[in-house]
């Protein structure tokens, strides 16, 4: 059974920055690509980065998305905090997806989200 568990989110000021980890059970993160969502209460689901399978790092903007194979975890480096940043941030991944895609609807497993709050 795929588990993903997401942690790291808090409470930051603008400016800062938080490392969020995306830790899989069940599954071998690195089998397939991994993307990373974000939700804001009242807004719709959103892909703010993803790293596909062979990928090690993505970088887009003040996103970045690394993998760690040995402890089986994917992060998200998120620089540079504005208050439309906050949201839960959930990780995703799917059987058969090497290249990544930014669809909620792409992907079929899903962590629980993490919180990142940022006051404006």
């Known amino acids: 059974q795929v588990q993903l568990v997401e942690s790291g989110g808090g409470l930051v000021q603008p400016g800062g920055s938080l490392r969020l980890s995306c830790a899989a059970s069940?599954?071998?993160?690195?089998?397939?690509?991994i993307a990373w969502f974000r939700q804001a209460p009242g807004k719709e689901r959103e892909g703010v980065s993803c790293?596909?399978?062979y990928g090690s790092t993505s970088v887009k903007g003040r996103f970045t998305t690394s993998r760690d194979s040995a402890k089986n975890t994917v992060y998200l480096q998120i620089n540079n905090l504005r208050p439309e940043d906050t949201a839960i941030y959930y990780c995703a991944t799917s059987i058969n997806r090497p290249s990544c895609a930014l669809g909620p609807m792409d992907y079929a497993y899903w962590g629980q989200g993490t919180q990142v709050t940022v006051p404006s």
């Open positions: 790293i596909p399978r």
């Open positions: 069940g599954y071998n993160l690195g089998s397939n690509s």
